[in-house]
T-cell receptor, first 114, second 114 residues
Framework: DTAVSQTPKYLVTQMGNDKSIKCEQN?????MYWYKQDSKKFLKIMFS???????INETVPNRFSPKSPDKAHLNLHINSLELGDSAVYFC?????????????FGQGTRLTVV | AQKITQTQPGMFVQEKEAVTLDCTYD???????LFWYKQPSSGEMIFLIY??????QNATEGRYSLNFQKARKSANLVISASQLGDSAMYFC???????????FGTGTRLQVFP
């Protein structure tokens, strides 16, 4: 019944590895997002997709590649992981065109690069 | 450019007392929405309350109310009758009309003591 679910919840990996985080929403929303929360708790948008189309790419390094196979899924693949990539990554969804609609967030994926 | 400012890194409040968490915003757009989210220590992002820029009345949701002062560009969250479970990080956020992202403030850590 989880509205926005992302997996895994924790991810520990070595520098240089490639990893993916998966996200699925069952709310029927047409817009999905990836946010990054750094060690100081600051939340910043990375990407947004609307109906599988990339809408926002906030100058994220191209080692990060989002993929949206359909409007209910938005995965995040990260190549050549670096220590600075350690953070909590949140997937979220909302309905475009309804500005009073909140974004629903997944539970977050805590990525630790060692 | 849009910006959210939360000037209180931390706040303390005694149980059953009311507390106000400050939020100011900056935008030149006339249409926007303001949101408050709660992030407990477990990490999830929980939507609390929404205020639209054209709403004439302050939003309320249970013990949460939003003190919206448009001329001052402030959207303070008021929590009445604080409970121990209210201890968490609180984030103010803004979405400008018809954009696909929420812009977050740096958050306020609220601690409720008995």
């Amino acid at each position: 019944d989880t509205a926005v679910s992302q997996t895994p919840k924790y991810l520990v990996t070595q520098m240089g590895n490639d990893k993916s985080i998966k996200c699925e929403q069952n709310l029927g929303h047409d817009t999905m997002y990836w946010y990054k929360q750094d060690s100081k708790k600051f939340l910043k948008i990375m990407f947004s997709y609307n109906n599988k189309e990339l809408i926002i790419n906030e100058t994220v390094p191209n080692r990060f590649s989002p993929k949206s196979p359909d409007k209910a899924h938005l995965n995040l693949h990260i190549n050549s992981l670096e220590l600075g990539d350690s953070a909590v990554y949140f997937c979220a969804s909302s309905q475009r065109g309804r500005d009073n609609t909140e974004a629903f967030f997944g539970q977050g994926t805590r990525l630790t690069v060692v | 450019a849009q910006k959210i400012t939360q000037t209180q890194p931390g706040m303390f409040v005694q149980e059953k007392e009311a507390v106000t968490l400050d939020c100011t915003y900056d935008t030149s757009d006339q249409s926007y929405g303001l949101f408050w989210y709660k992030q407990p220590s477990s990490g999830e992002m929980i939507f609390l309350i929404y205020q639209g820029s054209y709403d004439e009345q302050n939003a309320t949701e249970g013990r949460y109310s939003l003190n919206f002062q448009k001329a001052r560009k402030s959207a303070n969250l008021v929590i009445s009758a604080s409970q121990l479970g209210d201890s968490a990080m609180y984030f103010c956020a803004m979405r400008v009309w018809n954009t696909d992202k929420l812009i977050f403030g740096t958050g306020t850590r609220l601690q409720v003591f008995p």
